[in-house]
């Protein structure tokens, strides 16, 4: 008895190494052997919207500019820890990125300038996961907070004239 006790102690000292590995890795690893010990189950309720909006450029009345612009979406996780971080990313929405050339042109007579903006908008909501240890059954929680592009409109580029 005695002799097996010692293989099931060197085998989870071997798990438990690699089970604390940076969340990018833990990605990769989702469906290796070195995510054998724990199972995690997420669940997600969504609470509000909400918005940042950021000002891109403005043009004087009479001036065009071009600009070269690249952006993104983002998701954002707080309360988790490092290992726990990619498991809620998984189930969240894919930041996207866009980009390209753009010609803003100034505004219509009346108007001295007009500035252009961008609103991301993202989904706001609490998480939580379960993680299960397959070999004991023992539970832990962790929960928090989280943001992903809005399954509408996640991102709207405006402007405004002023006079």
């Known amino acids: 008895m005695k002799r097996k006790m010692g293989i099931v102690l060197t085998l989870l000292a071997v798990i438990g190494i690699t089970i604390y590995v940076t969340p990018g890795l833990v990605n990769k690893v989702k469906n290796s052997p070195l995510n054998v010990l724990y199972t995690y189950n997420v669940t997600k309720s969504f609470t509000e919207k909400s918005d940042e909006t950021v000002e891109v450029a403005s043009v004087p ?22 290992h726990i971080e990619s498991v809620v990313a998984e189930s969240l929405s894919e930041p996207q990125e866009y980009g390209g050339r753009s010609t803003l ?24 996961v379960t993680r299960t240890n397959r070999i004991t059954g023992k539970e832990k929680e962790y929960t928090g907070t989280y943001y992903e592009p809005s399954v509408h409109d996640p991102l709207i580029n405006w402007s405004r004239d002023y006079k």
């Open 61 to 82: 009345l009479g001036e065009v500019k071009k600009v070269k612009d690249v952006y993104h979406t983002d998701i954002k996780i707080e309360g988790a820890p490092r």
């Open 105 to 128: 042109t100034g505004p219509d007579e009346g108007f001295k300038i007009r500035v252009f903006y961008r609103t991301k908008h993202y989904d706001k909501g609490e998480y939580t």
